[in-house]
């Protein structure tokens, strides 16, 4: 799977979606680039979801490809575990790995692509300097461990810190933010400078999740646009 600063992503996350009936779940967000799964442990964050098996199970029968989101602890130990099951790009938390740029190497190893996600309260100067090893940043705009919670428009001064810093490094890494993402929010990330966009609720609430996505496409690359053509 590969990012690309050009482009506006939409990854749904299925963690809104009916698990009772995932097949069709994942079917209607065939229209997007990717398919969001949140894989949290009841330590990492206070919720439990999917493990390895699971993912492998998704990963098999889903029609696009699978962003792995790992709220677990011991990345350093587990991360490469969702590689091996075939997810196409694997992000694991700054603040659970001990050798972030070890483990980075090993997933690009294993044919993942590689982001990096931080919390809410860990700044993004954590990671600047060796950004480059990473495929894509993850920029948490809600606090982990639960869908449905609303966009914190403190984390857009971040966003745009970190889109600043990647461009004066002349990197190709995407900034993907994730939580209350909608059609009300996404317009402001864009222009802070993300391109990859985590939606749930959002899509999975609404009576047609293609145009759903379709809507958040656009709203996010016309302000993509907006922001380089104005040369933030």
Not at 181 to 195: C, F, K, L, P, W
């Amino acid at each position: 799977m590969q990012y690309s600063t050009d482009t506006s992503l939409i990854h749904p996350s299925i963690l809104n979606s009916d698990f009772m009936a995932i097949g069709q779940e994942l079917d209607r967000i065939a229209t997007a680039d990717a398919a969001h799964v949140d894989v949290m442990d009841n330590h990492f964050v206070p919720n439990l979801t999917f493990g390895p098996s699971m993912v492998e199970q998704i990963v098999r029968r889903s029609p696009i490809p699978v962003d792995a989101h790992l709220m677990i602890e011991d990345a350093d130990r587990t991360a490469p575990e969702f590689a091996e099951a075939g997810a196409q790009s694997v992000t694991f938390h700054l603040e659970a790995a001990s050798a972030p740029i070890r483990l980075a190497r090993e997933l690009r190893r294993k044919n993942a692509a590689v982001g990096v996600a931080l919390r809410p309260a860990t700044p993004v100067e954590s990671i600047l300097d060796f950004i480059g090893e990473f495929d894509m940043l993850l920029i948490m705009t809600v606090e982990p461990g639960f869908g449905g919670q609303s966009f914190i428009d403190s984390m857009l001064p971040k966003i745009r810190r970190a889109r600043q810093a990647i461009s004066e490094s002349h990197l190709n890494v995407s900034i993907q933010v994730d939580g209350g993402v909608s059609r009300s929010t996404i317009e402001q990330a864009a222009d802070a400078g993300a391109n990859v966009f985590v939606a749930g609720s959002a899509i999975y609430s609404a009576a047609d999740a293609a145009d759903e996505i379709a809507t958040l496409r656009s709203l996010a690359r016309d302000h993509t646009a907006a922001h380089r053509g104005a040369g933030c």
